[in-house]
């Protein structure tokens, strides 16, 4: 089945702990990114990468590092987290047509 | 700049009856993608439906259709003949750089439809 799998798909953690929210596709997409969901703002982009070693911000990259070692995989890693931070997290890839194809989400809780 | 509106924070449409959600769209890229995404109350964000920016038809995917009218840059979501599992969270969102993806892609706020029986 094709699909996005991040993990862990709930999360609570204390401020300044680092995590790492691991991403994966099965679809061979060159595209892939995340984005953060909060009430009454839609989703904002964090980072993106468009292939192998090949990473740019988004709109709110702040606080966040991500890494595009294989294709396959975009792990999103916050190395000291904040309670601003709190958010659903989603991972995304796509081919070069077509719309994303969105993993489960992630519900971050940062205490 | 980039800039997604969605006017519309929710909507009552009739089970059966044809529905518009509206999307206004800015960029100064001539060459851009347009998408709708469906979150239903469980969570999930859905792919619906695509437009690139030099696509002369509007776009149709079953129920779902794409109003492109580029000089007015909206991109409004036609579903007819709602149903109750329509219920859900609208997105439009806006990709540049490049009509077949990838490159940064922005999202609206989202218009929220209730389908009534």
């Known amino acids: 089945e094709a699909q996005v799998t991040q993990n862990p798909r709930y999360l609570i953690t204390v401020t300044g702990k680092k995590l790492t929210v691991t991403c994966s596709q099965n679809?061979?997409?060159?595209?892939m990114s995340w984005y953060r969901q909060d009430p009454g703002l839609g989703l904002r982009q964090i980072y993106y990468s468009m292939n192998v070693e090949v990473t740019d911000k988004g709109d709110v990259p702040e606080g966040y590092k991500v890494s595009r070692k294989e294709k396959r995989n975009f792990p999103l890693i916050l190395e000291s987290p904040s309670p601003n931070q709190t958010s659903l997290y989603f991972c995304?890839?796509?081919?070069?047509?077509?719309?994303?194809?969105f993993g489960s989400g992630t519900r971050l809780t940062v205490v | 700049a980039q800039k997604i509106t969605q006017t519309q924070p929710g909507m009552f449409v009739q089970e059966k009856e044809a529905v518009t959600l509206d999307c206004t769209y800015d960029t100064s890229d001539p060459s851009y993608g347009l998408f709708w995404y469906k979150q239903p109350s469980s969570g999930e964000m859905i792919f619906l439906i695509y437009?690139?920016?030099?696509?002369?038809q509007n776009a149709t995917e079953g129920r779902y259709s794409l109003n492109f009218q580029k000089a007015r840059k909206s991109a409004n979501l036609v579903i007819s003949a709602s149903q109750l599992g329509d219920s859900a969270m609208y997105f439009c969102a806006m990709r540049e750089g490049r009509n077949t993806g990838g490159f940064k892609t922005i999202f609206g706020a989202g218009t929220r439809l209730f389908v009534k029986a």
């Open positions: 437009q690139g920016s030099y696509d002369q």
């Open positions: 995304a890839s796509s081919s070069s047509l077509g719309g994303y194809t």
């Open positions: 679809m061979n997409h060159e595209y």
